[in-house]
């Protein structure tokens, strides 16, 4: 089930940002995993979270 209308949550905009993987027109999924931050960014994303 896919849903052309989502839009991602801070946190995934900010990781994506970060992590240097973000695309305007790429199609997202949600996929568990492992992420090392540095602490003042973990700290934006519990924020934003």
């Keep these: 089930m ?3 209308n989502y ?3 801070k ?3 900010l ?3 970060v992590t240097g993987s973000m695309s305007m ?3 997202m999924a949600s996929v568990q995993g492992s992420h090392r931050f ?3 960014i973990y700290n934006q994303i519990e924020n934003l979270a």
């Design 15 to 17: 990781t994506e940002l």
């Design 38 to 40: 540095p602490l003042h």
């Design 7 to 9: 839009l991602p949550t």
């Design 25 to 27: 027109e790429s199609k």
């Design 2 to 4: 896919s849903d052309e």
């Design 11 to 13: 946190a995934e905009f």
